[in-house]
């Protein structure tokens, strides 16, 4: 009877565990469908919007330039945005991101960057690069103002984030700027990846192609233009960059809840076999000392 009783509670703790990952997995999909429309507007308008600038930037019939599109002569500082989320249950999805930004940070490093400073976003990104960073050393700096911006994400939210990388590239305390974290792909595949924010690099397609080239025409004067939409651009790319990662946690994080789901189901239905072998063998033992006692 103890085992009959030991299995009753495993297999109540099992269903227990199962109700609660259903309902996570629930949540998941529900904040994954809110966060992937957004991410997928944003991410076309972004497209769009960049290569209205990139044309600008990399047209040859156009001579125009900005102070954030231009290499600096020296490599002192580098900065680079690390996204991550706030809590775990999401696969290997933390692990992920995290090794590709010390990635990112090493080839800094071996680019010839004396010294990085890391903008962790998430809770999992803070923990994780504040144990790289005291094991590193001195040469890696951590920001932790923007830490929030998973739980609390929103345009305005990023607006400071974005200015403060601007500013501090114009003024020389930074030489570039790199943005690490897992790209959505699909339900099945967040891979991680980096980019270069600043300087600002990107070639419009249409001036890659010239045959297919957009005909730009431009009102007021490049060069104005270019101060009003390049700050724009690098914004809208943090903001879906930030879009990005969390729709690959939620993503990950709704895998990993239906494939620990099926998991406890599996196991409940094991334990309710073995339960009902036990019970029909004590049941067959009672008989049995019945049926002799009679006799």
Do not use: W
Request: aromatic content about 6%; glycine content about 4%; charged content about 25%.
């Amino acid at each position: 009877m103890a085992a009959l009783k030991e299995l009753k509670e495993r297999i109540a703790s099992v269903q227990s565990t199962l109700k609660i990952t259903s309902a996570m997995k629930m949540v998941a999909s529900a904040q994954l469908m809110k966060v992937q429309s957004s991410m997928e507007a944003l991410a076309e308008y972004e497209r769009r919007f960049s290569d209205i600038v990139a044309a600008l930037v990399s047209d040859p019939d156009v001579e125009v330039a900005s102070p954030l599109t231009l290499e600096h002569g020296e490599k002192r500082r580098a900065c680079l945005v690390a996204l991550a989320s706030d809590s775990s249950l999401c696969g290997a999805f933390n692990a992920n991101a995290l090794r590709e930004a010390v990635s990112a940070v090493e080839e800094l490093f071996s680019e010839g960057f004396s010294r990085v400073t890391v903008y962790p976003i998430g809770e999992k990104m803070v923990q994780g690069m504040g144990r790289y960073a005291a094991a590193r050393g001195e040469n890696v700096d951590i920001c932790l103002d923007y830490r929030h911006l998973v739980g609390k994400h929103s345009f305005d939210g990023i607006i400071p984030l974005a200015d403060r990388l601007m500013e501090d590239f114009l003024a020389g305390r930074c030489d570039r700027v790199c943005i690490s974290r897992c790209h959505f792909h699909s339900m099945g595949r967040q891979e991680p990846m980096q980019e270069q924010l600043l300087p600002f690099n990107r070639v419009s397609r249409a001036n890659v192609d010239r045959s297919s080239a957009v005909d730009y025409i431009l009102e007021p004067r490049p060069d104005t233009l270019l101060d009003l939409l390049l700050p724009s651009s690098i914004r809208i790319i943090l903001y879906n960059a930030l879009l990005d990662s969390i729709t690959a946690e939620n993503a990950a994080r709704m895998v990993a809840m239906q494939t620990a789901t099926d998991n406890a189901q599996e196991l409940t239905d094991d334990l309710t076999l073995e339960y009902n072998k036990q019970r029909q063998q004590a049941i067959t033992a009672e008989l049995a000392d019945i049926a002799s006692s009679e006799n």
